[in-house]
């Protein structure tokens, strides 16, 4: 009789537990995956069409977030990137273009003055944008929030500010909806980067969730 009841119980509790995972997955949504993309190219400063009064980026496209962006410190430059490639996990083919990005010089969270003989410490808020198109032509916009900080190295006694060959990127993205994704997809994530001062080369690596 004990065996029974306890056999009983046991074979409810595994239903319960089954239907408690099957739950679970239906709620996690059944299209969300993670995805790995590298985006290369080469950075320039934007045309003048594409400059506003402060030097941020204007009419790329991306109308609520990078053109919302007025540059209220007055300090800011847009640059392009052109010739970008896109690769990596969770992507089959594939193109970028609308690479556009704004940095503000007149955001940088080290206030405090220098100490000499030394480097001059900065980092700068970048907001950017830029446009994916897959292999079935679906186009989706990311936004992208971040800082751009100076990257050190060869300090010595005979060097004390050291050398900046390129700055280190990193921060977050996430799918615009201005304008909207032609296949409806959200998504989002961080990334990380470099930009090669000598050769004007940018390189980001985003990592995320989408789901579709």
Excluded at 5 to 21: D, E, Q, R, Y
Excluded at 98 to 126: A, K
Excluded at 191 to 197: H, V
Aim: proline content about 5%.
């Amino acid at each position: 009789m004990v065996k029974n009841v306890l056999k009983t119980a046991a074979l409810s509790l595994g239903i319960a537990v089954l239907f408690a995972g099957v739950a679970l997955a239906h709620g996690s949504g059944s299209g969300t995956k993670s995805i790995k993309l590298t985006i290369k190219g080469t950075g320039a400063t934007a045309s003048s069409g594409y400059v506003g009064a402060n030097g941020q980026c204007v009419d790329t496209g991306d109308t609520s977030w990078l053109d919302a962006y007025a540059c209220p410190s007055g300090n800011c430059q847009c640059i392009t990137v052109t010739d970008a490639t896109l690769s990596g996990a969770g992507r089959s083919g594939g193109s970028v273009s609308d690479f556009f990005i704004t940095s503000d010089s007149g955001i940088n969270p080290v206030t405090v003055t220098p100490v000499s003989p030394g480097p001059n410490p900065q980092c700068n808020l970048i907001l950017g944008a830029l446009t994916t198109t897959d292999s079935s032509s679906n186009v989706t916009t990311l936004n992208l929030v971040g800082v751009s900080c100076k990257k050190l190295i060869g300090v010595s006694s005979k060097n004390p500010s050291g050398n900046e060959p390129d700055n280190t990127i990193s921060g977050g993205w996430g799918i615009s909806g201005t304008p909207a994704p032609t296949q409806t997809n959200s998504g989002w994530g961080t990334f990380t980067g470099t930009n090669i001062k000598a050769t004007n080369a940018v390189s980001l690596t985003l990592s995320g969730w989408q789901t579709k």
